[in-house]
């Protein structure tokens, strides 16, 4: 008997240059995954004006990530590639889901407490409940898989719990959704300070790879990546910027971190960051290729945005009108 494939939702958002973190941590393995699910990948713009974004700059962007997305190998004929704020059920459920979520469990957001320390100017309402759309956008798919990088754990906990709520009250509207957080590669940190996540939104551009910079770049900044003084290739409590070196380089090639440190035995940083940008930059190269053959062909792209976010709207308003009746509003 042939049983329904089971669903992923996912998505990034479309707030800066997408960097090899969103690559290695979430990107990638929505590629691997493609074989075995039914996947929804968005475009998540409404999470992005969280943070004050240029108009002119979001479009492209928006557009860019598409590109990119397919670029990466995500195949667009099989999956939905769609745009967040085309489909206003994620709104629409998102102001129901406000009122099944507490103040107190928003508070404790990591990601909330961080983003309201860097725009303190700029603490909206929306940066609080910003978890709350996430889990419309995940609940109204009935998704089975999240995948994502580990920063957003945290999120994916608290979508969790408020499908829970809603269903000990209303019965079983929502399907639970599991986090799914890759081996290596969850959490690429940053090239000049290796105690953070590499962030698109780093004031200092070395600090991350952004699949769009240049190659020659790509590998400057990983020569000028802050390691330690030891000179020892190893995977170590202490040595952040190895660590996370030997982390991009596994995550790349899939071989361990004991078959690369039984490599470097008795061999500098130097060698090693060389053949760290080598594979930074040989991953990019295609996925680049394939972005600047996309570059030019709008109505192509135009084309799986709208038929995508089409079909993402009848599968999201039949949760819709299933929440709307449970709590009793006349549909
Ligand atoms: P964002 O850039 O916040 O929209 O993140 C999009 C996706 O990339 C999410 O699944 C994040 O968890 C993931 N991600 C972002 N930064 C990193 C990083 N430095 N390492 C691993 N995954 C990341
Ligand atoms: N908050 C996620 C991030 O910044 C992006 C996102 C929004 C998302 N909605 C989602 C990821 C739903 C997975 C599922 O990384």
Known sequence: METAKKVIFSGVQPSG?????????????????????????????????????????????????????????????????????????????????????????????????D?????????NAGLFTYPVLMAADILLYQTDLV???????????????????????YGDVFKIPEGFIPKTGAKVMSLQDPTKKMSKSDENPKAY???????????????????????IVAYKEGKDGINNLMGILSSI?????????????G???GEFKSEVAEAVVECIRPIRQKFDELSGNND???????????????VANRTLKKV????????
Not at 115 to 123: A, L
Not at 221 to 226: L, P, R, T
Not at 253 to 265: A, L, W
């Open 17 to 113: 240059n997408i960097t090899l973190g969103n690559y290695l941590g979430a990107i990638k393995n929505w590629v691997e995954l493609q074989k075995d699910y039914y996947c929804n990948y968005a475009i998540m713009d409404l999470h992005s004006i969280t943070v004050r974004q240029n108009p002119k700059e979001l479009k492209k962007r928006t557009l860019d990530l598409l590109k990119l997305y397919i670029a990466c190998g995500i195949n667009p004929d099989e999956n939905l590639l769609f745009v967040q704020s085309h489909v206003s059920a994620h709104a629409e459920l998102a102001w129901i889901l406000n009122c099944y979520t507490y103040m107190g469990e928003l508070s404790r957001m990591t990601q909330f407490k």
């Open 300 to 314: 192509y792209l135009e084309k799986i945005y709208t038929e995508s976010a089409e079909k993402a709207r009848s």
């Open 253 to 265: 090639t899939g071989e361990s971190m004991e078959s690369i440190q039984n490599r470097y035995v």
């Open 324 to 331: 709307y009746k449970k709590i009793g509003f006349v549909v």
């Open 209 to 231: 790879i952004s699949m769009m910079d240049d190659f020659d770049s790509i590998a400057k900044k990983i020569k000028s990546a802050v390691t330690d003084s030891e000179g």
């Open 115 to 123: 983003k309201s320390k860097k725009h303190s100017n700029n603490i």
């Open 147 to 169: 995948p994502v990088g580990v920063d957003q754990l945290q999120h994916i906990e608290i979508a969790r719990d408020i499908a829970i709520r809603f269903n000990s009250i």
């Open 267 to 269: 061999r500098g940083y």
